[in-house]
């Protein structure tokens, strides 16, 4: 089966690049990836909040505006995408990252119902590449079981057929119900059913956009989403830059 984790955590807190604190976190996220090992079959860090861009779908015609779909004090720092027997082997790895022990920090876990990358090994061109979650309210269409649920996929196969190759990762997953969310506090591991926020949900997926800011800025402005909905873009950190 496979999980997508999403990292959120306060991001006032963070430590700064070059700082022991810094390079203590790296270290520890480099053990959890020894530690998972061939678990993790995608991932990325993310850039601050401060450089997300938000495609709205609440006037006639979608637009694109500075900032993130919701403005909450615990932000999404980064996912990983696990392969793992079941949500308890999931659990089992996620609870040793680091940002489920951070004072604020909290992990969810989330089925996935299909997943692709096509980027090469080592992840492309990292300094153009996007990602675009998909926001908004839940239907009875997001349940794979559902009837609806053909249509949506239509939608979103069309979608990435007419993207070409600016469409290079994605993925979809399965309702909110089906979210987990893990904390470790003083040294107690707490999992408990449910999304992180309902804020912050990701309804159906993400993709990973890859061009130009002028093409990536068409594409997101094309990506299917609930009525009343959102496509928030955030860009992908060059961890090994």
Do not use: K, N
């Not at 089966?1 to 976190?25: Q, S």
């Not at 990506?223 to 873009?233: I, M, T």
């Amino acid at each position: 089966m496979h999980f997508l984790v999403l990292m959120y955590d306060d991001e006032t807190a963070a430590t700064e690049p070059g700082t022991p604190e810094f390079d203590a976190e790296m270290e520890a996220y480099v053990a959890f990836e020894e530690l998972a090992g061939g678990a993790i079959v995608g991932g990325e860090a993310l850039q601050p909040s401060a450089t997300t861009r938000t495609v709205r779908h609440d006037d006639a015609q979608p637009r694109i505006t500075a900032g993130p779909f919701a403005e909450v004090a615990e932000v999404l720092g980064g996912y990983y995408l696990l392969d793992a027997p079941s949500l308890d082997d999931a659990i089992e790895l996620v609870r040793h990252l680091p940002v489920a022990s951070q004072p604020s920090g909290a992990i969810e876990v989330r089925p996935v119902v299909q997943w692709f990358d096509g980027r090469p090994e080592g992840g492309g061109d990292r300094d153009t590449q996007v990602l675009a979650t998909i926001h908004g309210e839940q239907t009875e269409a997001d349940d794979p079981d559902h009837e609806g649920w053909d249509i949506g996929a239509a939608e979103h196969d069309a979608f990435i057929e007419g993207a070409g190759d600016v469409v290079v990762a994605g993925g979809v997953v399965h309702p909110s119900d089906t979210a987990t969310t893990v904390r470790r506090r003083d040294g107690e591991l707490l999992v408990t059913d449910g999304p992180f926020s309902e804020l912050t949900e990701v309804v159906g997926g993400f993709y990973v956009l890859d061009g130009t800011a002028e093409l990536v800025d068409e594409v997101a402005l094309q990506v299917p989403v609930p009525a009343g909905g959102a496509v928030e873009l955030r860009p992908i950190m060059d961890v090994d830059g």
